[in-house]
């Protein structure tokens, strides 16, 4: 079983930035993807960003494009979320994703989730 446990959720203002963590714990991740996504409030939720824990490539939602940065330290079994230039559109709680078999944008077949982490960006 993996625990995923999220952090640096909070409030900023628009053109600000925010770095989210996700610490992972119980079976180790060599084999696994951890991602991103976020429910914005009144939205469907959303993809963000994912990462294939074994070669790093990384794959990134239109809307978050050359703003977001998806990121993992093997030592401590973290993936960071690094947000700049965050608009209020980004308000949403943002939850932390993994799986072990499988690398994408779609949220239906990561297996394990975090309870999520508030990011409110005021205008």
């Known amino acids: 079983q993996v625990q995923l446990v999220e952090s640096g959720g909070g409030l900023v203002q628009a053109g600000g930035s925010l770095r989210l963590s996700c610490a992972a714990s119980g079976r180790t991740f060599s084999s696994y993807a951890m991602a991103w996504f976020r429910r914005g409030p009144g939205k469907e939720r959303e993809f963000v960003a994912a990462i294939r824990w074994t070669g790093g490539s990384t794959v990134y939602g239109d809307s978050v494009k050359g703003r977001f940065t998806i990121s993992r330290d093997y030592a401590k079994n973290t993936v960071y979320l690094q947000m700049n230039s965050l608009k209020s559109e980004d308000t949403a709680v943002y939850y932390c994703?993994?799986?072990?078999?499988?690398?994408?944008?779609?949220?239906?077949?990561?297996?394990?989730w975090g309870q999520g982490t508030q990011v409110t960006v005021s205008s």
């Open positions: 994703a993994a799986s072990e078999r499988y690398y994408g944008v779609s949220y239906g077949p990561y297996e394990y």
